[in-house]
């Protein structure tokens, strides 16, 4: 059975312009003598579509663009595996499912509803759909197919030593004769993402004895960025045909031979969350409707890696890098931004603030009264630069792109209106000691376009004069080990200070910094996840709240 893999890159309900990619995909394969052809979870409406599924038109299009697949690949004598949803026959408020559906000759003639919702993390289906109550085989040329949604084949309870859910519907499936398994998945990238779904996968085909089929979507839709990272196993749990990551492809398997395409997918994880950023930011730019970018250079190493990616994202000649030196700004700062933007190819321009902040001061100094300079004038210089940005950016209808990364955020370190100002916050899922592995790919890829002195130099905000970020914060090695146990991992200060060997009021000092600033990062722009627990739509807790640990 030959079976190819359609690894997409949809856009949320862009319904017509799906299809169409999956009837593209379709001709190609089977012009390679494909007999069946697998594309990803909810394929047709694009993941996720959060509360579109609350409109019954919403519904109502996906099953009517469902049927238009069916009829423009009836011609094609390929049998096709796609993701979709569709109204509930159930009784409860929710009215839709999510179903994968097999479609051969013009019509539909096999749905295979998801049973397993999940509800952590980015997840949230449960909010929206009617599980399945029962898994059955497809009987499709001949084999009897367990086809799966997503986190149907996540709950293999001889894997983790804690399965989220008492049921496990590949074990169901298979009992009642699959020969073989396709899973198709919407699954969002992160750090170390692709090397545990092989590893599911694999132990799931030497568990059963049968070849399975993933298939992933890819491409960046708000805050997720799903890398692809398809492939194929045969029964033994070898690999036998894989798919780029974070591009789209087409993979070709014959499952009685074993063999199959193996493309390229970045083995190296540093590479694998650039090329994530940088398909996360071209997506979000292309899908809101946005094509140039504007980058608020500092020739600090965050606003150099942002505007890096943003190249590669891009092109140069879209993307403006925009100097803004204030009062206490070194010459260094503004030689490197220079040096790093001819580099680069783009455009770059010189907005100081120092005379605007000198009037403004004038204007506050006789309310301020007696008060000493403090944060306020800081975090003024800062506003400055966000009002600076947001002008050019209504001017030349350009995005802005925040520079800040997940270390500052996490603890507070920035300014609201500020230096948070934008439309899309690149690398604020990257902690700062991974920003500067980052940058190294960058200057691979960009013949060290970002100067050196950008590596070496103390980082700071230059708000005050000779300001390092150490007077404020641990030194990032530090603070990046507290910030993923605290954060990423829910681990309890005392806890985390006793395993790192750290004192204990620092650690409880970075931690109330997280829970205070809470206030901060749910009106930041949306970020791109890389990381396993990233500030956004993953992370819910409450602004108005006084438990500490």
Known sequence: MRIALGQINTTVGDMAGNVARMVDAAKKAAGRNAEIVV????????????????????????EQELARLAELTAPLGIAVVAGCIARSQSDTGK?????????????????QTKMLLPTYDVFDEGRYFVPATHQEACELNGRRLGIIVCEDAWNDKQYWQRPLYERDPVQELLAGGGQALISINA???????????REIFQATARRYGVP???????????????????FAIDKDGEVIGSACSFQEDLVLVDLDTRQGDRHEN?????????????LGTRDYLGKCGFSRVLVGLSGGIDSSLTAAIAV??????????????????????????????????VRFEVAPIGNTYTEFLKVLD?????????????????RLRGVTLMALSNKWNSLVLTTGNKSELAVGYCTLYGDMSGGLAVISDVPKTLVYELSRVANRRHRNAIPENVFTKPPSAELRPDQKDSDSLPP?????????????????????????????ELVRDIARKVDRSEYKRQQAAPGLKVTTKAFGIGRRFPIAQRFTE
Not at 100 to 110: C, H, K, S
């Open 212 to 230: 399975v089929i993933y298939v992933n979507q890819v491409g960046g839709n708000d805050q997720l960025v799903f890398d692809g990272s398809s």
């Open 312 to 345: 590669d994202a891009v092109g140069a000649a879209n993307v403006t890098g925009v100097a803004m030196p204030g009062p206490f700004s070194s010459d260094h700062s503004l030689t490197d931004a220079r040096a790093m933007a001819e580099a680069l190819g």
């Open 187 to 197: 699954s969002p990238f992160h750090m170390g993402k692709r090397a545990l779904r």
């Open 39 to 62: 594309f990803p979870e909810l394929a047709v409406t694009g993941y996720p579509p959060r509360d579109l599924m609350e409109k019954p038109s919403f519904v109502e299009r996906a």
């Open 266 to 278: 970045l083995p190296e994880e540093t590479e694998a969350v650039y090329e994530a950023l940088v």
């Open 366 to 382: 006789p309310i301020f009264g007696a008060t000493e300079r403090d944060v306020t004038e800081e975090n003024l210089q800062a």
């Open 95 to 111: 009215h839709a499912v999510n179903i994968a559906a097999v479609l051969q000759n013009g019509r539909e003639v096999f749905r």
């Open 476 to 504: 990032y090695e530090t603070l990046d080990v507290v910030l993923k146990a605290y954060v990423e991992e829910y681990e309890a200060p005392a806890a985390i200070a006793a395993r790192l060997g750290l004192p204990l």
